[in-house]
């Protein structure tokens, strides 16, 4: 059975510094890992997928990497801002029609 | 185009009745999925479907039912409903592209049964 780790459960950071939010997982026959943001009481806003055949996406301030081989992804944000304060999720797909998730980093970014 | 949608928003049950909830994407996505949320915690799969009139158990489905008779449309049933279905619901669904098929996600349903 898949299992997803997200460490740390919470973070708290001054304005413009980097961060890496880690994400782990127990099988490594994946398709994808795909890193969610989640506002309160809000739906999830999907960031960044990485295919099992890539190392990392970008987009904009966010990098996202893989290794299978270790289990491992990291979401790296570059001079966070306060309205990056979310919580932030990975599912990890290793089935067609299964994706397993962390329970969540909640990031809180002080101005 | 909408994505996918989610009706209601809010809703509270009392002990031991039904209710449907509706979810519609409009991308013409093959797959669907239906995940609940508890306070703190990542989202736990109920059931899945990989195109109209196929359905399959995830990791959670006791309690619920699902039915795929279109393309769009993947109501989720509450029988019974009991407190520990008290939660976030939401709606997800994804092409058909096997290493690249990405997730959308409905706004959820916030059910609280009493």
């Known amino acids: 059975k898949q299992e997803v780790t997200q460490i740390p459960a919470a973070l708290s950071v001054p304005e413009g510094e980097n961060l890496v939010l880690n994400c782990s997982f127990t099988d490594s026959a994946i398709y994808n890992l795909q890193w969610f943001r989640q506002d309160p009481g809000k739906g999830l806003t999907s960031l960044l997928l990485?295919?099992?055949?890539?190392r990392e996406q970008t987009s904009g301030r966010l990098n996202a990497s893989l290794d299978k081989s270790s289990g491992r992804s990291t979401l790296y944000i570059a001079a966070s801002q306060p309205g990056d304060s979310a919580t932030y999720l990975c599912a990890v797909r290793a089935d067609a029609g299964k994706s397993t998730f962390g329970d969540g980093t909640t990031l809180t970014v002080k101005p | 185009n909408a994505g996918v949608t989610q009706t209601p928003k809010f809703r509270i049950l009392k002990i031991g009745q039904s209710m449907t909830l509706q979810c519609t994407q409009d991308?013409?996505?093959?797959?669907m999925y239906w995940y609940r949320q508890d306070p703190g915690m990542g989202l736990k799969l109920i059931y899945y479907?990989?195109?109209?009139?196929?359905?399959d158990k995830g990791e959670v489905p006791n309690g619920y039912n699902v039915s795929r008779s279109t393309t769009e449309d993947f109501p989720l049933r509450l029988e019974l409903a009991a407190p520990s279905q008290t939660s976030v619901y939401f709606c997800?669904?994804?092409?058909?592209?096997?290493?690249?098929?990405?997730?959308?996600f409905g706004p959820g349903t916030r059910l609280t049964v009493l």
């Open positions: 997800a669904s994804s092409p058909l592209i096997r290493s690249y098929n990405e997730q959308f």
């Open positions: 479907s990989v195109g109209a009139g196929i359905t």
């Open positions: 990485i295919q099992s055949s890539q």
């Open positions: 991308m013409n996505h093959n797959y």
